[in-house]
């Protein structure tokens, strides 16, 4: 072979054996962009309010159809990693999957009386799922030791379900007040335990039992937990803002963070101030997003404004005192103003909610005769105070009716405050015992067709007064609700003029269904404080 031929064949042997190995290979697959799909929702569950594990079977939770706020949903169908969850315009997150489906919590806030909307949607479209909620009505029967649970239904007249009434019996000595948790599928019940000397013989130590119940679960209400507490005075109140909640004592408090909604966990106490020696503190609200709170003394009328921004260090702002030459309890009731949330009402009048030597001066105040001293005027009023520099500060002040005895307020979404109270006119003041006839005293002069109990609906704006509903009972403590207007506990009378012939039956009051009589009661239950009981609505 001779040089040249080598020479113009070489660069042609070289490129043959780079292109050889290509000759018969298979082309080498790109895998296309995974395409984003439609939503599709094929079925919706509720599976009660707690994460279920990993491994759990969706087949195996247990599902009762009806769906409550802060329950989770079970979502089943098509929902592409991409795709946003939203209910009523509102984004909920993705907490889960499991099997083939998402789980998400339904928001605490939603309305009784409406259809609500769950959305699945992407740039690809949108899966859409129609439902109503159910809510629990929950009213503590003080003197019976019970919790009573009733349920709306949007479809039923006055949206309650007239057969769905299920009561809890206690074990406690005695059931005081409740509160929602964060995200409204717990109630938090409160209850005295048990009390004894404290320590250091300064008075009495309460032992407060707080139980976690399940108004999610399955056919009706569970309790789950329960978790001890301590006072040094007797349980008054409680408030909760986010995930911070106050539980209030006549001479002290406690906060708790519930943030984890089945371990609430006390992260500081105070003692309220004492300097007079006879305070007894009644009520308390918070302010400014938590970061104070007001607290209301009754024997000397006065309301106190707490630093609570760290909330385990609370401290005292400042005191304002109203009413200084009064000399009987008149501050009744605190409640937020419904058009600012940093302003506030106190509630004025004569304070029935108070057991008190200065109580009886007040009973011998309303109605003075030759016997006593000369009577001292009676406010009935709504005063609201305002904060600046950490001071309190009165302002607008509302006339209640004449000779109105109110128990609490509650503030409504249209701009009003709901005060629940008595005609003061049809009662007998005179020679009341602080005792357990006390009640028996107050219904014995009773008749059958007086329209004895009230709840006044006041416009903030105008200061106008109305007749909200009145009836013949004692309408007690409330609160208020879009769909369902005033929610009130309370005792229904009938029979005739005088005690024993005096029936009492405990219930409930509902704006848009009327009142439900739930069980007899008896003329001598004790009143005041705290035997007609409190009302939560989830």
């Not at 984003?36 to 195996?60: C, E, F, N, Y």
Request: charged share 20%; with cysteine; proline share 6%.
């Amino acid at each position: 072979m001779d040089v040249d031929f080598k020479h113009r064949i070489a660069p042609l042997l070289a490129l043959a054996l780079i292109l050889l190995p290509g000759c018969n290979s298979t082309p080498r697959q790109v895998k296309p962009a995974v395409q984003s799909q439609q939503p599709q929702i094929v079925r919706v569950r509720d599976i009660g309010s707690q994460l279920p594990t990993a491994t759990a079977k969706l087949s195996k939770l247990t599902s009762d159809g009806l769906i409550y706020p802060g329950e989770l949903l079970a979502i089943e169908g098509n929902i592409p990693a991409d795709a946003q969850i939203q209910i009523d315009g509102q984004v909920v997150t993705k907490l889960q999957q499991l099997d083939k489906a998402v789980l998400i919590r339904v928001p605490a806030e939603l309305a009784a009386g409406q259809a609500h909307r769950l959305s699945v949607s992407n740039a690809q479209g949108m899966a859409q799922w129609e439902f109503f909620s159910r809510h629990y009505i929950i009213a503590t029967d003080t003197d019976a030791n019970r919790l009573q649970f009733m349920r709306t239904d949007p479809k039923a007249k006055g949206l309650i379900e007239m057969d769905s009434a299920y009561d809890m019996t206690l074990d406690l000595k005695r059931a005081m007040f409740t509160q929602i948790s964060p995200s409204h599928a717990y109630l938090y019940a409160f209850g005295i335990d048990g009390r004894e000397r404290a320590a250091n013989d300064t008075g009495k130590q309460y032992h407060v039992l707080l139980q976690i119940i399940d108004l999610t679960a399955p056919g009706q209400p569970a309790l789950l937990r329960e978790i001890p507490l301590e006072l040094q005075s007797q349980p008054t109140a409680v408030a909760r803002n986010g995930q911070q909640m106050i539980l209030l004592g006549a001479k002290d408090l406690a906060i708790l963070d519930v943030s984890d909604e089945l371990a609430p966990k006390v992260i500081s106490r105070m003692s309220l101030p004492g300097d007079r020696g006879n305070e007894m503190y009644l009520d308390v609200l918070f302010l400014q997003d938590g970061h104070r709170a007001a607290v209301l003394e009754a024997i000397n009328n006065q309301v106190l404004l707490l630093d609570t921004e760290n909330p385990q260090q609370p401290r005292e702002h400042s005191r304002l005192q109203l009413f200084k030459d009064a000399t009987v309890p008149l501050l009744v009731d605190l409640e937020r103003d419904p058009r600012d949330p940093n302003r506030f009402w106190a509630l004025a009048g004569a304070n029935l909610r108070v057991v008190s030597t200065k109580a009886k001066d007040l009973y011998h105040s309303l109605f003075g005769d030759d016997d006593t001293t000369a009577s001292e005027a009676i406010p009935e009023m709504l005063q609201l105070l305002s904060i600046n520099n950490d001071r309190l500060e009165p302002g607008q002040s509302i006339t209640l009716p004449d000779n109105f005895v109110p128990f609490y307020a509650a503030a409504g979404e249209d701009n009003r405050l709901y005060v629940s109270g008595i005609n003061g006119e049809l009662l007998d003041f005179h020679d009341l015992s602080l005792d357990s006839t006390l009640i028996k005293q107050l219904f014995g002069g009773l008749l059958g067709t007086v329209q004895f109990g009230r709840i006044l609906a006041v416009d903030t704006k105008t200061s106008q007064v109305s007749n909200h509903a009145k009836g013949l009972g004692l309408y007690y403590h409330l609160t208020y609700n879009d769909d369902l207007g005033p929610v009130f506990a309370l005792y229904k009378l009938s029979g005739k003029i005088f005690a024993p012939f005096v029936k009492v039956k405990w219930g409930v009051g509902v704006n848009s269904r009327g009142t439900f009589a739930i069980r007899e009661g008896s003329a001598t239950s004790i009143f005041p404080p705290y035997s007609v009981g409190h009302v939560s609505i989830q």
